[in-house]
């Protein structure tokens, strides 16, 4: 990146070059991902039946259970959602450090994209939730943490829209920012901290076979290539709206003069 | 007024330079005053507070008419306490930097040579007092109003411990939220959106003690013991956190 | 098919629909972002013809 004073804000340093082949390579890999969790890796044992059945040279005495497929992309797509706000509290220590509105956007697109995956991961767990625990919500640790990472992630853009001075709007956005990174430790531990929890811990039930962590792996990965490809597209279109934008305001001025 | 010239331009020559700055406890000292005693003129935050928190009591009083059984009102006394807390201090965090924004008593302040964050722990300190004297108004109108028949377990007086630690946590993280949100538009709903979510993991971990003691159940102590520690780290962080950036909130 | 088969079986097809719709509304809100996102490069495209036109007219001045 250059260091040399810029007039206009500038775009187009080597991730732009990278981000295309991240998004090719991130949706090449989730999609494998994908066929991978209802393919290749092995279905996971409910509750016991009374009987035994022979299937494909195994035998099996449980329930075999498809929903846990969900797992296969809830879990990565939070994982990118954590890894999301650990950017924007970077960029936004950035900002406060050198008070550059290059990092100030940086940090607002970085959450969005954590928005976005919030979002993702909401949903995947919802559903997962409705049809195992026959709830659509109940207050879990895990789950109440997690509803207030995201009611915090939307609280930084509703007090965004609220301030007029960009200045002031990027100093308190940063602090909002910073203080949500608190969360995401309290939102990762809270199993660990509060072990009576219902939530489903991988490390706690046995770890992962590995097939399915092999499937695991692959699918973030790809959904990390794919969340910094939306970043970097959504970046690379907010700056070019701000350098359209300081060029007005010079046409403006040209105008003026005349 | 002339011999102090002279003096301070005898001294000029000499190459002294004579400045008293007052120590930074003394600093803290007068902020501090200054807003206990403006309240002490107008009584208007502690009025406005505690009315606030005895209507919120009065509205406990539709919802609660109707459980039957004593143990019911026991059970939920913890979150119904902690609810009455979160909405009063709303209300008195909201008006603790309106007056200083109304009158222009920040940029007074902030001409003043010292360190931010100074600034920061008076006026935690006087909303912390604020929050502590409606406190120990509310509870025992609390316990007036429904528990009078219910039977608390016997270490209830022990509730002061998460009630202390709770309402130290919400006074530091609610001054840095609102610095923020009184130059925003919408002030006070968005003080509302922003502390509620930050408060919460301190308001989950205050409110379980407060019940466990107030219900007495058997091992009660444990619950009491592990919350209490996840209040207390939640408090030491974000009173860090709130600390290290409230300089940057107030000069913006 | 057997009962012990139909029992071991027997959450897979109720959990299909929310597998489903799971998948699918994880990939509309992704979707949607990048709907959102072409939508502002496109106004942003507009906005740069309209400007493109004011520094014409300065020009031609």
């Known amino acids: 990146m250059t260091n040399k004073p810029v007039k206009l804000p500038e775009a187009g340093q080597w991730p732009d070059k990278v981000a295309p082949w991240a998004l090719l390579a991130g949706i090449v890999l989730s999609t494998l991902g994908f066929l991978m969790a209802f393919l290749y890796a092995g279905p996971v044992n409910g509750a016991a039946v009374d009987g035994v059945e022979l299937i494909g040279g195994q035998m099996v005495a449980n329930k075999l259970l498809l929903s846990q497929k969900i797992f296969y992309f809830h879990m990565p797509v939070a994982l990118v959602s954590f890894c999301a706000l650990a950017f924007a509290c970077y960029y936004s220590v950035r900002f406060l450090a050198t008070k550059n509105q290059r990092f100030d956007t940086c940090a607002k697109v970085c959450m969005e994209i954590s928005l976005v995956f919030v979002i993702c991961t909401m949903i995947t767990g919802d559903l997962w939730e409705r049809f195992e625990w026959g709830v659509w919500w109940t207050w879990e640790p895990r789950l109440t943490t997690y509803l207030i990472l995201m009611l915090i992630v939307i609280a930084y853009f509703v007090l965004r829209n609220a301030i007029d001075e960009p200045e002031r709007c990027g100093v308190y956005a940063a602090v909002i920012a910073i203080i949500a990174m608190v969360d995401v430790p309290i939102c990762f531990m809270i199993t660990r901290l509060i072990p009576s929890s219902v939530h489903p811990v991988v490390l706690r039930e046995g770890g992962m076979s590995g097939d399915m962590g092999m499937t695991v792996a692959v699918c973030l990965a790809g959904l990390l290539l794919v969340g910094f490809a939306l970043y970097r597209f959504r970046f690379r279109q907010v700056r070019l709206q701000e350098r359209l934008q300081a060029l007005k305001d010079e046409v403006e001025v040209l105008e003026e003069r005349r | ?252 | 098919m057997n009962p012990v088969l139909a029992d071991i079986y027997s959450t897979v097809i109720p959990s299909m629909p929310f597998i489903i719709a799971a998948y699918a509304l994880m990939w509309a809100v992704l979707l949607i972002y990048v709907f959102v996102s072409i939508s502002g490069l496109k106004k942003t495209e507009k906005q740069i013809a309209v400007l493109e036109e004011a520094v014409a007219e300065l020009k031609a001045e």
């Open chain 2, 1 to 252: 007024m002339a011999r102090k010239q002279s003096t301070g331009a005898d001294r000029a020559r000499a190459g002294q330079v004579a400045l008293s700055v007052p120590s930074t406890f003394a600093q803290y000292k007068t902020l501090l005053a200054k807003d206990l005693q403006q309240e002490f003129r107008t009584k208007e935050m502690l009025t406005s507070m505690g009315i606030y928190a005895l209507l919120v009591l009065i509205v406990y009083g539709a919802a609660l008419g109707q459980t039957a059984q004593a143990t019911d009102v026991l059970q939920l006394s913890g979150g119904l306490l902690w609810a009455l807390i979160v909405f009063t201090s709303l209300l008195g965090l909201n008006r603790s930097f309106n007056h200083e924004k109304e009158q222009g008593c920040m940029e007074g302040i902030l001409l003043v040579p010292m360190d931010r964050s100074v600034i920061f722990l008076a006026k935690a300190t006087s909303n912390l007092l604020f929050l502590l004297v409606v406190e120990v108004i509310a509870v025992p109108l609390f316990w007036f109003f429904f528990l009078t028949t219910a039977q608390p377990g016997p270490g209830f007086m022990l509730m002061a411990v998460p009630l202390a630690v709770g309402t130290v946590g919400m006074a530091g993280i609610g001054t840095l939220l609102s610095t923020i949100t009184v130059n925003t538009r919408g002030k006070d709903v968005m003080l509302a959106v922003l502390f509620v979510p930050l408060i919460f993991p301190l308001l989950y971990a205050c409110a379980s003690p407060t019940t466990a003691v107030v219900v007495g159940a058997e091992g009660y102590l444990d619950v009491f013991t592990q919350s209490m520690a996840l209040a207390g780290g939640y408090d030491v962080i974000m009173l860090l956190v709130s600390w290290v950036l409230y300089d940057f909130v107030i000069s913006a």
